[in-house]
């Protein structure tokens, strides 16, 4: 019958006054438009009494009347017509007959029911849930999420670190009661006491009341940390034969299960964890039996890759550990991947893997598969770091170094991956020689984070070292994952260098070790498409860049350590190149404060270089250079951060205080790269012809490095230079590849604005022809031709390029590109 009742509204309000609020539910829940009828379903504790409090404050105690059940034999009164609210939650001794009573005459009167149940209720029909008459809230939604757990936190005055919070939620599976006991609970221990708890909780809570039955179906479905349809049919063979999809109905009607996608359910943990608990404390061994009969049922019907987690679940660790360390699944699926068995083992419980560091290890590895968890890797590598034996060098510890480093640098933080790299320096120069050979692999992937530290700390001569001496490892032992990754930050180090060659030829290098392995669409490519498209930049060939940027842009965000701030550095000198400011808009987005390794100390220099690239696109040099005051003290690259602000000078038509800028480096020194040399001559060889001064100097020095590197883009971003060299008013050299200089520029430039050339087959076997030393007419017969056609042919060629004999056209068709 329904009564004021103020000692259950004063109690649900007190625990209402103590929680946290939840908008996405309030609102839903307590607006005009929302059903007449309003189900709360969930287990014990889910805080369905909690709620319904929530909801009676916010619509005002005068609107809203509490339902419970009458004395003993005292008769049932209507439902008055004037009350609008009614709340009934069964967690206050509402029984079976008054619930449906109110529920019945409430209907009548046109009055709003809203209702906390642990069980589905019957009055509820299909047909008013279809009409929209009646809504129940599942447990998903009742469930705390993450952030509702870290704002519970806050108000609580608990200081949560993200893996301490991310362990949480994971253990409660969000449960609001055991969320609630942990948090409030914390000084006194609690927290490590959580799983203890939450399996009492179970155990008192959701388990008591359940028969013999239905226990033994949720204990065996608990074997698996997830299921379909099929899996669950094997492991409930020896209780029922009932359809799955109507258990796996009846118990997420009850709030047991959550569904887990695609096609798949998973017990709530604190329930599972419970479930196991009592059946290893009660049918020992019957775990394993049931986990490997459902392994080998998956692997008989071709699903070896799902079979996986139910190996380890059955304790298989000797096949599991040897396919997962040789980075394969031939053991179980001969036609898996290493990306399969990683989705596979993502899979597993945590109880699964808590006691073993290369178990919580390889958890943490498979965490980065793209998208990369980063708050999943750090946990697994916070849980392995508790278990690991520091005292000498082994594999699990070196592991854990390195990946320690790499989640650092994933943070921006270069300070504490060289703290934990000097940890792990110590390991190894304490081991013996017999220790360092067994665990050679983990050492050279180490010294691939040392290289890759480096990098980012902008020492590029050190992480050149580091990366060769990974590389040499890695070959050393066959190892060619760590060949290629080393390739690909290498290739990317030698471009910085200004080795354009040694890095045109670590790129290839790369390409086929890629090819014959099948890996070119990895994450890891990010760093050899960005150095393929920088070489294009320097050689001038900018048609051919954005196809390589696209591709590392591609794979951005699948890299758990993005270079967005070098690829935005890639994207501002295309910009500048060719003056777009669609381009120059790429470079903008990428360089900002989205990505936290944009704080790591080069990838800050980059950023800020390219966001004044940017700038000077967009004819705004002043801004342009007050990017720079940030890094103007760096000491990561200072030789480009100068060339940027004499390039910014000359915006400002300050030819005098771009020079001033270069002064520091014009005594060419160990300091300068040749690229940075080429660019430091062409900037004073413009400003001389900006300030009428003889540019012959500067630019005599500068054909010789270009002679040597090959580049063009140092002359083509200078307009006055660029000009004067293709009006060949600037002298160039009589031979070699720089002869051809300003011929080559203008071809350049017509090739970035409309395209390479098309030639048909005939010219390009005539072009091939005559880059060697082959007269017309053995080239007329090699090709059986007459000597006629073969001048008609050449003139079309020659008509394409833009040239009047055979040398000019080798010599432009090799600056394109289209010749090697």
Partial sequence: MPVDGPEIAAESATAASSAIPRPRLLTALSTADAPSIVVLQGPAGSGKSVLLAQIARRMGDGSVNWVHRGPEGQAERPVPADIRVLMIDDACGVDTGTRRSTLKTAHTVGTRVLVATRHPLAEVTAAMLLEGRARVVPVDELFFTIDEVDALADQLGVALSREELTDLHYTTDGWPALVSAALRHRGSGTMRQLPELATQFVRDEVLAARSHQERALLTDAAVLPRFDLPALAILLADHTTANPADVVDHWARRGWVRYDGPDHWRLLQPLRQCLLADLDLGQPGRRTTLAT?????????????????????????????????????????????????????????????????????MAGVTALRPPPDIETFALRLNQAEKLLDQSSLNGPVMSHRSLSMHLARCRGDIETANTIEHTARELIETATDTQRRE???????????????????????????????????????????????????????????????????????????????????????????????????????TWAVPDHLHAAQARLEADAEPPAARLAYAWSVLALMSGDTGVAQRAMLLSGPDYPTNNLPLNRVLAAIARAHVHLVDGEPITALNHLDDVADTAVLPPLVAITRARICLALDDPLGARRELTPYQEIDDRLTLTDRADLLALLAECALRQGDDPRPAFARLVA???????????????????????????????????????????????????????????????????????????????????????????????KLSVTDRYQAVDVARALGLLT
């Avoid at 399969?340 to 419980?349: D, N, R, T, Y």
């Avoid at 390479?756 to 080239?779: M, Y």
Wanted: with cysteine; aromatic share 6%; net charge positive.
């Fill in 293 to 361: 009969r459902a392994a080998h049922a998956m692997i008989a019907a071709g699903r070896a890759v799902d079979a996986l987690p139910h190996l380890l679940e059955a304790s298989l660790h000797d096949i599991v550990l040897s396919v997962l360390k040789e980075q394969s699944m031939s053991e179980v699926a001969p036609r898996g991947s290493w990306e399969q068995a990683g989705q596979a083992f993502a899979a597993l419980a945590d109880d699964v893997v808590a006691g073993d560091p290369a178990l919580l290890l």
């Fill in 439 to 541: 665990h050679a692999n983990r050492i050279l992937f180490f010294h691939y984070q040392v290289g890759t530290s480096r990098l980012a700390a902008g020492q590029l001569a050190e992480a050149e070292t580091a990366l060769r001496t990974a590389r040499t490892m890695a070959r050393i032992n066959r190892a060619e994952w760590y060949t290629a990754t080393s390739e690909a930050k290498l290739s990317y180090v030698c471009f910085l260098r200004g080795q354009l060659t040694a890095a045109r030829q670590t790129v290839e290098s790369l390409l086929v070790t890629l090819g014959q392995h099948g890996w070119l669409e990895r994450q890891f490519t990010d760093h050899l498409h960005i150095t393929q498209g920088m070489l294009d930049l320097e050689y001038g060939h």
């Fill in 705 to 799: 490095v270009l002679e040597r590197t090959g580049a063009r883009r140092p002359v083509m971003l200078l307009p006055q230079l660029r000009d004067t060299v293709i009006s060949g008013q600037l002298p160039g050299v009589p031979s070699g590849r720089s002869a051809g200089l300003g011929r080559q520029l203008a071809a350049l430039l017509r090739a970035g604005s409309t395209g390479l050339p098309v030639l048909s087959k005939r010219e390009s076997q005539l072009l091939a022809a005559l880059a060697g030393s082959a007269t017309l007419a053995d080239i007329a017969g090699s090709m059986y031709v007459t000597a006629n056609t073969l001048k008609t042919i050449s003139r079309g060629l020659y008509r």
